[in-house]
């Protein structure tokens, strides 16, 4: 299905850069390529040869001023991202020549693209399916390499192979139940329990992926790490640490963090915000009780909260205070200060936190930083997922799909145990492999194409 107008934007990102890209797709890029790109070789733009890197000048069509040197990259449908005609613009990367060469493409008569538009195109034309469109922006925003590397994977279909095989598992089982009441008489029903046995597998493919769905969601968008604790513990002596550099104000004060501070951290390939927060006490002055009351906030929101106590100090009434707010939350006990006399009951702690691990760190000396990283990222994805070439689920709106694809599989296992009528059966088993084709994109509406879509970036 390909667009009846051809469509242009600044694929690049904004600002000086060495270089930025035009993007033109549809069935007159070519042409509106050739009105204003000069080749240096003075060959025919009409005639050019596909998958090919061109040297020239962009003129004005009607001066012949010339606006830019630049490369011009041809590619022919259907051996294009879009799958339709694309000519991408090399030129300098300032925002000043992008923007007379993107003006001298619209006037030519292609229009400016809608967010997204060259990579629902690309869905539309069977050039990537929903899961693997949507990867495309999962690559774009990757903060850290594994994450890139669990968006590649998606990228690759990696994902859509796992959904598309629980969807061609179920397909014959439909067409065989539906061949059996509409001629019953040719076609022998299926005993049930082998209809059962097939839709059990079907449900533990989905499981496995609805399985991976926390630690996917972890790597695409990212974990909040809430550092908590009274004051003066060495909560912000840890923000830095953890970070690698000093970005907290640290003194001897108690109380020098009144407000959240959030910073960005790779903790063994998994994006984290590093929340540092005021400490936990009965606030002194209206700003610090606004700073606790934040605290709490950001507790409350937390993915994993980071229990800051001082080992070289009895545990105090306002660690217990501390205690009470965060549990029940998954949690990490850090005792800092471990460079000096420890003096800090840790057995007493572990007996009334047995679930959350006690790490030993000094944050200004650095000590035990590697296992805290390694606690950090053990507690966040659970039993670990061993990332491999193995799809995981990232995407919020994918873990929905699955939900409700198992959930109707069981409705139809409940039929089938219950001897009812077939045809409920059917009824539940079309009900999911509409909602697995809302991944792969084989049952999406408009309305959620267009929801998509309106995420991405003008010119992706």
């Known amino acids: 299905m ?9 694929a690049t990102a904004p600002g000086e850069a060495a270089i930025g890209v035009i993007r ?22 009409a005639r050019l040869a596909s998958h090919r890197v061109y040297l020239g000048e962009i003129r004005v069509p009607d001066t012949g001023e010339p606006v830019d040197q630049v490369l011009l990259s041809l590619f022919r449908a259907p051996r294009s991202y879009t799958g ?43 050039k990537l399916d929903l899961a693997q469109a949507e990867a495309v922006m999962d690559v774009v925003a ?134 540092d927060t005021a400490g936990i006490r009965e606030p002194g002055d209206p700003i610090e009780a606004i700073g606790v009351q934040r605290t709490l906030e950001q507790v409350r929101a937390a993915d994993l909260i980071l229990v800051v106590l001082d080992a070289s100090q009895t545990l105090h009434e306002a ?18 200060k471990c460079d000096l006399p420890v003096r800090l009951d840790l057995n007493g702690i572990r007996a009334e936190f047995p679930a959350a691990p006690i790490v030993q760190v000094s944050a200004v000396q650095g000590t035990g930083l590697d296992q805290l990283d390694e ?31 198992r959930m109707a599989l069981q409705r139809a296992c409940e039929t089938l ?8 059966a059917t009824t539940d088993l079309r009900d999911a492999l509409d909602a697995l084709g809302e991944i792969t994109g084989d049952t999406v509406s408009e309305a959620i194409l267009a929801e998509i879509f309106g995420r991405f970036c003008i010119g992706k």
């Not at 507690?379 to 799909?401: C, D, F, I, K, P």
């Open 142 to 275: 990757a903060r850290t390499d594994r994450s890139l590397g669990v968006a590649i994977r998606q990228l690759e279909g990696r994902l859509s192979q796992v959904v598309r095989s629980a969807r061609d598992a179920l397909l014959p089982l439909v067409a065989h139940i539906e061949a059996t009441i509409d001629f019953p008489e040719d076609v022998p029903e299926m005993p049930r329990a082998d209809l059962r046995a097939q839709i059990e597998a079907a449900q533990e493919t989905i499981s496995r992926l609805l399985a991976s769905a926390h630690a996917g969601r972890i790597y695409r968008e990212g974990a909040r790490v809430v550092i908590a604790g009274r004051p003066n513990v060495g909560k912000s002596s840890l923000l830095n640490a953890l970070l690698r550099e000093d970005r907290a104000i640290v003194t001897e004060i108690p109380g020098t963090t009144r407000d959240v501070i959030e910073e960005s951290a790779n903790i063994r390939g998994i994006p984290i915000r590093a929340i």
């Open 319 to 336: 660690d217990q205070e501390v205690f009470h707010l965060v549990h029940g939350e998954p949690c990490v006990i850090v005792a800092n």
């Open 417 to 424: 145990d219950q001897d009812l009528p077939l045809e409920l």
């Open 84 to 126: 339709e005609d694309v000519v991408e613009i090399s030129g300098h990367g300032g925002p000043v020549p992008l923007r007379r060469i993107l003006s001298l493409v619209l006037a030519q008569g292609a229009r400016l693209a809608h967010p997204g538009e060259f990579t629902s195109r690309a869905f539309l034309n069977g």
């Open 2 to 10: 390909f667009g009846q107008d051809t469509i242009a934007a600044i």
């Open 375 to 405: 606690q950090i990222a053990e507690t966040l994805l659970g039993s670990g997922v061993e990332l491999g070439n193995q799809a995981l689920v990232t995407s919020a709106r994918h873990q929905a799909a699955l939900d409700r694809a």
């Open 24 to 45: 033109i797709s549809g069935p007159s890029a070519i042409a509106v390529a050739a009105a204003i790109f000069h080749p240096a070789s003075g060959a025919d733009v």
